[in-house]
């Protein structure tokens, strides 16, 4: 069940037998955002953080800051969806710079993208309008330190965690380090069979290694077009 800041303070006073004049609210909501961070800093790809975000390209504009599209953590993949449209293969910047330079810079439609100073770039740039969907991982929000009744942001798996933590930090102000051991070891230990299970791949999706799986696309533009434009 999902749990709010409002119910993590009460489980935590409950246990701790602690009223705000001991233990203040302000100093238990800095232990709660310190446990949240903690686990946010583990992965870049919670998938509770799974967004689908949607933008128009500009004729002849190559560049588009990531922060306009939504506050996304880190891109996956970007889908032209007008009719004739394709999932873009993303390339290196470097060799999109290599590519896609001077007299060889044509607009047209794009079918790669790279990531560069927080920006998407496209290749080629764009010669028309076209719609993109941008699969992503967005950034966790905070707003449920202020808004105290709100779910944490973060998955239910984790949220009893947090008070683990929490009592961790609490009993070490006390300065009783057996307490305060014996929850940290709990939340690192919860936390780390969460992380497990919820990063594992689906069972219907093999794992690729190394190069991993090279698109159709990315191997008729990168070895063929690209290199003859290249040579141009």
Not at 76 to 86: A, C, H, R
Not at 95 to 116: C, H
Not at 135 to 148: D, E, H, Q
Not at 167 to 194: C, H, I, N, T, W
Request: glycine letters at 4%.
């Amino acid at each position: 069940m999902a749990m709010s800041l409002t119910d993590v303070r009460l489980m935590v006073r409950n246990i701790s037998d602690l009223d705000t004049t001991d233990l203040p609210n302000s100093v238990l909501d800095d232990f709660v955002k310190e446990a949240f961070q903690r686990i946010i800093v583990l992965e870049r790809r919670w998938p509770t953080y799974q967004q689908s975000y949607t933008f128009n390209t500009v004729a002849n504009q190559r560049a588009y800051t990531i922060s306009t599209i939504g506050d996304i953590r880190e891109v996956i993949s970007l889908v032209d969806t007008s009719t004739s449209g394709n999932r873009l293969t993303m390339i290196a910047y470097d060799d999109a710079e290599e590519i896609w330079l001077g007299a060889t810079d044509v607009a047209s439609r794009p079918f790669f993208f790279a990531l560069w100073d927080g920006q998407l770039h496209l290749y080629a740039k764009p010669d028309l309008v076209y719609p993109i969907t941008v699969r992503a991982f967005r950034n966790p929000v905070y707003t449920w330190l202020t808004t105290i009744t709100d779910p944490i942001d973060c998955d239910e798996w984790f949220h009893i965690l947090l008070v683990y933590f929490v009592l961790s930090r609490v009993y070490q102000r006390q300065e009783d380090p057996e307490l305060s051991q014996m929850y940290l070891k709990s939340f690192e230990e919860g936390v780390a069979m969460a992380r497990r299970d919820l990063m594992k791949p689906p069972s219907a999706r093999p794992i690729f290694l190394s190069g991993g799986h090279v698109y159709p696309t990315a191997r008729r533009w990168m070895q063929t077009l690209g290199r003859q434009i290249r040579n141009i």
